[in-house]
């Protein structure tokens, strides 16, 4: 199967690679093009295909200045605009995954292995969101840029890309509670403004709770609402979040306190999506995915910290693929919207 393929060409390409940085420099360009060509150009494939067609149908008469008053107005004026200038449905795909990938990069590039990051992403996060869900994958994109932008404790510019983010997928809105983190140290009473700041965001999502059930439909085969794979995404989200909190926290803060405050509030929020996924498999999983970036940077930098050992860092990509080779071999779901895969050119 051409997934497993994929990421078996990977994983292999990170063991030859491994001890040579030059080379793991050109394996990272080179897979990051074709994932993002594999990704962007797909036809008929992903389980939310149909769900954003239909969107891009329902703005073909919709005006610009409608457009922008809907719930995500960056994502439903790049529709109106491809219909403005007569292009395919096809092209919001690339211009989501262009917007992920990106981003994807911008983030990466900080690590001591990008590539790294780029594999351990196939499995779940590039599968799941340039691959079918889009709208959220540009989110994601943005969201990366905020990141850094906390990391490099610019305020306005993290708040900026949140609100961005949101005009993208909604539920991005809720990563404004890192704000008040942006500067100084980790205290209790940073940790109750963030709670302050958390109650308004939350409770608008909840009264908007309806549309984003409304465009869950989108998301799910057959029009469910159920995200049947949430609890094991973010119970690997969970167990991530709790081994940095447990093993890595202070090994971290005393080598990278840089980005230390967005990994460890970053595990922090694995560990509490988990029992979310149990309420609504949809949000769970939904605002798990947003954390898999922080998820990332953690298990792409293991090789780095504490005692060195070989056997260690291959877990992430060990267990990849071990949830690839369960998903594409077990769910039907996956042989519907995935197989077979087709190129749009």
Known sequence: MIYNLLYVSMVLCS?????????????YFIWLCVLFVFAGFRLNVGCDWDGYKNIFEQLRYVDISDAVQEREPLFMLANTLLHRYDLEYPYINVICSFIF???????????????????????????????????????IGIMCFA????????????????????????????????????????????????????????ARFILT??????????????????????????????????WFLWRFRRDW?????????????????????????FISSVIGDRFGYYLVPIQLVFLARLPFLGPRSRILPMVPYIAGAAYLVVWTQTSSIFEQCYIPYNFWW
């Open 209 to 242: 709770l309806d549309s984003f059930r409304e465009y869950s439909d989108n998301y799910a085969a057959a029009g469910s609402v159920v995200a049947g794979g949430a609890p094991f995404r973010t119970g690997l989200l969970a167990l991530t979040g709790a």
């Open 147 to 202: 990141y850094n932008a906390f990391n490099d404790g610019r305020l306005i510019r993290f708040v900026v890309f949140v609100i961005v983010a949101s005009g993208l997928h909604a539920s991005a809105v809720i990563f404004l509670i890192f704000a008040p983190f942006v500067h100084g140290e980790l205290t209790r009473r940073r940790i109750v403004i963030a709670g302050l700041i958390t109650l308004p965001i939350t």
């Open 15 to 27: 063991v030859i690679s491994r001890d040579h940085h030059d080379y793991r420099r050109f394996f």
């Open 101 to 139: 990938f990106l981003g994807m990069h911008r983030l990466a590039k900080r690590e001591p292995d990008p590539y790294g990051i780029l594999v351990l992403s196939f499995p779940v996060l590039i599968l799941n969101l340039p691959m079918s869900g889009i709208r959220q994958a540009a989110a």
């Open 253 to 277: 803060q005393i080598r990278s306190i840089h980005d230390y405050k967005l990994v460890w509030f970053g595990s922090v929020m694995m560990v509490a999506t988990f029992p979310v996924s």
